[in-house]
């Protein structure tokens, strides 16, 4: 499994135990984020008001999610909503950029020159091993005292764009589904990287891919695979489409 943004990868058995990577693509500065409590994949514009900046993870979490600071300011930031919570840039968000939760087989077919992240030390962690074996079939999430959503499953991956879910269970029935100018579409072929002791062997959940219609043709947009406790938890007026 990889988060790609045009021509670069970054995969889970790194971003598992790192959560953060600090890049430039295409000239543009970007931090590519992963929280695996909240299986939250997001990446985004890392300049704050048009200064680049680096991201680290504080080791704190709310609602079980990542909170990460910038290195220029230490303001801490929410990762599921890319808003700064405390510090000197409270309230202040990043732009989110468009890239797709994938696996790898679909980015090297994609991209067969594409660029991957590959550890500087491999016996520095575990790559490649799931901590959270399990996580996702546990009947409550780890760490979180929060309300939960009603008719779903609190570890059931949405598909989420804003304020906007619909449940994965759903898009794999379905195979595509159209709202709007918004196109979601289900394939298989990826595995859950918090299933079993090997993200590798993880049973299957399946890529998304979200686009959006316009005059030159369908464009991806960000979205994110996360869980439905975590969608309910940052936009509990939010709705999940089942």
Known sequence: LVIAGDARAYPL???????????????????VTYCPLCNAAIVFDRRVDGEATTFGTTGMLRHSDL???????????QQFLGEAIVGAHTGKRLE?????????ENF????????????????LRPYGANPYVGYDSAARPFLYDGSLPEGIAPLARVVAIGAEAWSLELLQREGRIESGALVLTWTPGQ???????????GREVGNVV??????????DV??????????????PEGVIRQ
């Open 67 to 77: 909170v990460m600071y910038d290195r220029a300011t230490e303001s801490w930031w």
């Open 210 to 219: 979200v686009q959006r219609r316009g005059i030159e043709g369908l464009v």
């Open 108 to 123: 090297a077919a994609r991209f067969p020159e594409g660029k991957v992240l590959v550890p500087a030390d491999p016996g």
């Open 13 to 31: 058995r790194i971003l598992t135990w790192h959560e953060i990577v600090n890049d430039t693509v295409g000239g543009t500065p970007v931090a």
């Open 96 to 104: 989110l950029l468009p890239s797709r939760l994938e696996s790898w």
């Open 191 to 201: 595995a859950s990287a918090l299933d079993s002791r090997t993200v590798a062997g």
């Open 222 to 235: 960000p979205y994110d695979v996360t869980f439905a406790f975590v969608f309910h938890a940052f936009r």
